[in-house]
């Protein structure tokens, strides 16, 4: 009984983890999707 509480605990804390990564990666590619919505005619041309 012991074990499969630990198992349990074990999974409900990489299911936390998971869940954080998840977030992370989500608004990265938020941030990409409205970085890419920019359109090139929009920048500033680059300085030389």
């Known amino acids: 009984m012991r ?24 608004a990265v590619a938020d941030e990409h999707s409205l970085l890419s919505s920019i359109e090139l005619d929009q920048r500033e041309p680059a300085l030389t």
């Open 3 to 26: 074990r499969l509480q630990q198992r349990v605990q074990d999974l409900e804390s990489e299911l936390t983890r998971m869940q954080a990564e998840n977030d992370a990666l989500i």
